[in-house]
């Protein structure tokens, strides 16, 4: 069932192309995850985990795949001259190349119909498809979704090549195998598996027939995708109302299959757009009887064979709640998601970060958020980062190169040794002595605090406005107790203030390349005043100064609508009148994700996540800011 699952997925739905950044696209930086070695959302690859991909799946002859520091491809040790978009061949990750479309349809991308074409940078063009096509978030996986909510499209860990562990669907509809143990399966192996095709002679048992052809022989392309030029006769075509080939249905043709097959217990079972089992109208199993069935984590003593440690909470034991859903209250080895930093490898979890603000990442200012593998998410975050290797020690970098700043073997609560430097982390490996020890209510070391011994800190001075500052059992600093209500006429500046008083964060004419003289903050402490400065910028003068994101024609770095991720090389964008931001209202084709609610990638923001920004932040005196359906900012009601 899983590998059968599995097979559709690919043959029927293009899953082979990968939907990451095409050769086209442009980044600005990296997704808010990158460096996790978890591949997830819009990432390609990440760290060692390079999605099972390999140089001859992507394009090349061979050689090694590797993933650069912004979880791209690196496809620098590969051989050959790889996937080359506009040769009439889809290769690697193109999605397709002129008339080659990867098998796909409108129909197998989730839409009712219509006639699909190649666009630009070798994407998929829909738009002369008809219907909404697939939505991310209504738990029914079609398309090209890999997954939607606890519809996993009956795979789990093994089916895809690890040896256990638990899968799970995150929030734009990708598989997550960070908690899945063992290792990936990778395309030139010579084993068919995970969401392989084939992998040389290894054809996962299919062959022409199986296709939907009447004969031939199936071989495979050195990218792990079925060769069927061999074959004879025609394949199968979802939305011809004939179930055949690797289809689990097509139309009212489900294969004399019922809801109840599928481990409900009634209800009207239907087919989707991709020729795949829709059990929306099913019924769920009661929960409590037991047994563990679909949509439950779990029922009774039923788990999956899931565990604590599948989980990612360490040790303990797993119970399930009276909803069928995991009760990890007795797993008790402190982890990732119970909302309190008590790991080293956590930066921090849920709220709990650990007093770290975006200025401490080096960043001017913003809201620090914390993603679900416990690593600082700075997506709202602005200004400009620390890059190490620059010969620069910035405020997030513990050292950079032979510059460690104060910090010593000694500093860091160890007898003696030397420090070194690994990608601009301290490493205490070549210390002696024992170190830090915690607790002993003594804050050694890169402990923040130990105890009582906060080291004088108090919520102030980790950027709250008051409160009360404790210390966690991992000599961590436990910020639970502050408070965080910014103040316009306290000279600090707190989020969201630009400024405030004299506090400038750091700034000057000079720095916003507005000539020589002295800066000052508006009174309302959401802007720069520049009245001092000689060269005060002046918005409407087509070249960008100071703090302009764009300056009538000098639109910067934006080029069109393709750069922010929608799919239009034709309509223009342009500059907004204050010099605030971009106006991208008559973009269309957004991405799929655009109206899940989640302002993500480039959109400007996504129903009711504006991602912070306001009328006055873009540069109006007041208003109220609003979304396009698009997920580009609304100004009709901002005011000059």
Known sequence: ????????????????????????????????????????????????????????????????????????????????????????????????????????????????????????????????????????????????????????????????????????????????????????????????????????????????????????????????????????????????????????????????????DLGYTGGTLACDNSCSYDPRGCTLPACQNGTKEPGEDCDGTDFGNATCVDLG?????????????????????????????????????????????CRDLTFQGGTLLCTQGCTFNTLLCFGSTATCGDGVRDLSEGCEGADFGAATCQSEGFTGGTLTCTACRIDSSTCTGTGPVCPNNV???????????????????????????????????????????????NNRADWPEICDGADLRGQSCQSLNAGTGTLACSPTCDGYDFTGCSAAPVCGNDQIDALEICDGTDLGLAVNCLFFGYNDATSAISCLPTCGGYDLSSCTNPPTRCGNGRAQGNEQCDGSAMRGATCRILGYASGDLTCNTNCSFNVSACVP
């Open 1 to 260: 069932m899983f590998r059968r699952a599995m097979m559709l997925a690919w043959a029927l739905t293009a899953l082979a192309c990968d939907r990451g950044v095409t050769a086209t696209s442009v980044n600005t930086e990296p997704p808010p995850e990158c460096g996790n070695d978890v591949r997830r959302d819009v990432e390609q690859c990440d760290g060692t985990d390079v999605a099972g991909r390999s140089c001859t799946s992507v394009g090349y002859e061979g050689g090694t795949l590797g993933c650069s520091s912004d979880c791209l491809f690196d496809t620098s040790a590969c051989t050959g001259v790889g996937p080359a978009c506009g040769n009439g061949s889809a290769e690697g990750p193109e999605q397709c190349d002129a008339a080659d479309l990867n098998a796909a349809t409108c129909r197998t991308l989730g839409f009712d119909g219509g006639t699909l074409s190649c666009g630009v940078g070798c994407t998929f063009d829909t738009s002369a498809c008809t219907g909404s096509g697939s939505v991310c978030g209504d738990a029914n996986a079609v398309g090209l979704e890999e997954c939607d909510g606890i519809d996993l499209r009956q795979l789990d860990c093994a089916a895809l090549g690890f040896n256990g562990g638990v899968l799970v669907c995150d929030a734009t509809c990708r598989l997550v195998t960070g908690g899945c143990s063992g290792t990936a399966p990778f395309c030139g192996d010579g084993s068919a598996q995970g969401l392989e095709q084939c992998d040389a002679a290894d054809t996962n048992g299919l062959g022409c027939v199986e296709l939907g052809y009447t004969s031939g022989t199936l071989a495979c392309q050195p990218d792990c995708r079925f060769d069927t030029t061999a074959c004879v006769g025609t394949p199968a075509v979802c939305g011809d109302t004939v179930k055949n080939g690797l289809e689990e249905c097509d139309a009212a043709d489900l294969g004399g299959r019922g809801c109840q």
């Open 313 to 357: 909470h360490g040790a303990g034991t797993l119970a399930c709640t009276a909803s069928c859903t995991f009760d990890t209250s007795g797993c008790t080895t402190p982890s990732c998601g119970d909302g309190a930093v008590n790991q080293a490898v956590e930066q921090c979890d849920g709220s709990d970060l650990a007093g770290t603000r």
């Open 443 to 489: 804050a050694e070391g890169d402990e923040m605090c130990d105890g009582t011994d906060l080291r004088g800190t108090t919520c102030t001075d980790l950027g709250f406005t008051g409160g009360t500052l404790g210390c966690n059992t991992a000599c961590i600093f436990d910020v639970s107790g502050c408070n965080l209500t910014p103040i316009c006429g």
